[in-house]
């Protein structure tokens, strides 16, 4: 039997953004130079729990009990957050204590149930946390978990991801749905009627909760293709860094990664380079610094001998 290759979408974004990071974390499975605070992913990992309890033990079922049963989870899975991940209030992009983020969650929690009513987005299978294990081609395997799939009376299937970021749209990737949509459809033989992005800080405004995308045959079938791709390229070991700014810098190994560095620093001479064509003063480059460095003694600034 051959080897098989799984792939799941943070996987495929990684590769995406830089296959050498993919080979760092997915195929040499090291430990990053210093631990990754998960601070940012309390909230929606919290809001995430609790919603999958609200559908798959049908807690919606509890009536007028159901909002006062959500709450009380919050704090139960806040704290076990913190206790099974490393989350480090100290560090530098960490802009939250303990109590305010706990707080944001008893406050996200009764909006997201005011948007399910809304929407109605209960009805015959309605379900959070799904597994998708699927064959994609071959030995290459798709694996995927989508936070909701819904089934509705009228046969309508939704597909939901949700996302906590207090900025709407910035952390969504349509392609991420697309990928759920394809595994939905390897396993069930049809695409989900409806793709969308539920925006738990924003649920109590109808305008801005959702986002809807088509799930066209054309684009699932194009990322079809390049998953195919990135299966052979991973497995002929193509793992070059592609470093890039927007990605590198959330890279646990940027100051460890030669082509990182050699990256800024040409950024670094070719902005040098257009202020000295504008007649713009800049900092001396490291070389000139360390050179000026040299003439520097004990008794102040020296001058070159002729």
Same mark, same amino acid.
């Not at 009990?65 to 704290?79: A, G, Q």
């Not at 670094?268 to 000026?292: D, F, I, V, Y």
């Given at each position: 039997? =051959?080897?098989?290759?799984?792939? =799941?979408?943070?996987?495929?974004?990684?590769?995406?953004?830089?296959?050498?990071?993919?080979?760092?974390?997915?195929?040499?499975?090291?430990?990053?130079?210093?631990?990754?605070?998960?601070?940012?992913?309390?909230?929606?990992?919290?809001?995430?729990?609790?919603?999958?309890?609200?559908?798959?033990?049908?807690?919606?079922?509890?009536?007028?009990?159901? !909002?006062?049963?959500?709450?009380?989870?919050? *704090?139960?899975?806040?704290?076990?957050?913190?206790?099974? &991940?490393?989350?480090?209030?100290?560090?530098?992009?960490?802009?939250?204590?303990?109590? &305010?983020?706990?707080?944001?969650?008893? &406050?996200?929690?009764?909006?997201?149930?005011?948007?399910?009513?809304?929407?109605?987005?209960?009805?015959?299978?309605?379900?959070?946390?799904?597994?998708?294990?699927?064959?994609?081609?071959? !030995?290459?395997?798709?694996?995927?978990?989508?936070?909701?799939?819904?089934?509705?009376?009228?046969?309508?299937?939704?597909?939901?991801?949700?996302? =906590?970021?207090?900025?709407?749209?910035?952390?969504?990737?349509?392609?991420?749905?697309?990928?759920?949509?394809?595994?939905?459809?390897?396993?069930?033989?049809?695409? *989900?009627?409806?793709?969308?992005?539920?925006?738990?800080?924003?649920?109590?405004?109808?305008?801005?909760?959702?986002?809807?995308?088509?799930?066209?045959?054309?684009?699932?079938?194009?990322?079809?293709?390049?998953?195919?791709?990135?299966?052979?390229?991973? @497995?002929?070991?193509?793992?070059?860094?592609?470093?890039?700014? !927007?990605?590198?810098?959330?890279?646990?190994?940027?100051?460890?990664?030669?082509?990182?560095?050699?990256?800024?620093?040409?950024?670094? &001479?070719?902005?040098?380079?257009?202020?000295?064509?504008?007649?713009?003063?800049?900092?001396?480059?490291? !070389? @000139?610094?360390?050179?000026? =460095?040299?003439?520097?003694?004990?008794?102040?600034?020296?001058?070159?001998?002729?």
């Amino acid at each position: 039997m =051959s080897k098989q290759f799984w792939l =799941s979408y943070s996987g495929y974004k990684t590769y995406r953004e830089c296959p050498k990071k993919y080979r760092l974390t997915r195929v040499d499975k090291e430990d990053p130079p210093e631990p990754d605070s998960k601070h940012n992913a309390v909230v929606g990992s919290v809001v995430q729990r609790v919603y999958e309890d609200f559908y798959n033990n049908e807690l919606w079922r509890s009536g007028k009990d159901t !909002s006062k049963k959500l709450m009380e989870l919050v *704090p139960k899975y806040f704290y076990e957050f913190l206790d099974e &991940e490393y989350v480090d209030f100290d560090d530098i992009k960490c802009r939250y204590n303990p109590l &305010e983020l706990l707080e944001t969650c008893k &406050e996200i929690v009764p909006k997201v149930l005011e948007g399910i009513k809304r929407e109605k987005l209960i009805g015959p299978y309605a379900k959070s946390e799904i597994v998708l294990k699927v064959q994609l081609q071959s !030995s290459y395997f798709l694996y995927g978990i989508a936070d909701f799939i819904i089934r509705k009376k009228d046969g309508t299937v939704m597909l939901l991801d949700g996302k =906590s970021s207090k900025h709407r749209e910035k952390y969504v990737d349509e392609d991420q749905l697309l990928f759920y949509a394809l595994a939905f459809q390897l396993k069930h033989n049809r695409l *989900p009627d409806k793709l969308g992005f539920y925006y738990y800080r924003f649920a109590d405004d109808p305008e801005q909760a959702f986002d809807w995308i088509e799930p066209d045959p054309k684009r699932i079938a194009a990322l079809r293709q390049d998953l195919v791709e990135t299966f052979t390229k991973i @497995q002929k070991k193509r793992f070059g860094a592609t470093p890039k700014s !927007s990605h590198c810098q959330w890279c646990p190994w940027e100051v460890m990664c030669p082509e990182r560095q050699k990256e800024k620093a040409t950024r670094r &001479e070719k902005r040098r380079w257009n202020h000295a064509q504008k007649g713009e003063e800049t900092l001396p480059s490291l !070389s @000139q610094s360390n050179e000026g =460095s040299a003439m520097i003694g004990f008794g102040g600034v020296m001058e070159d001998d002729d």
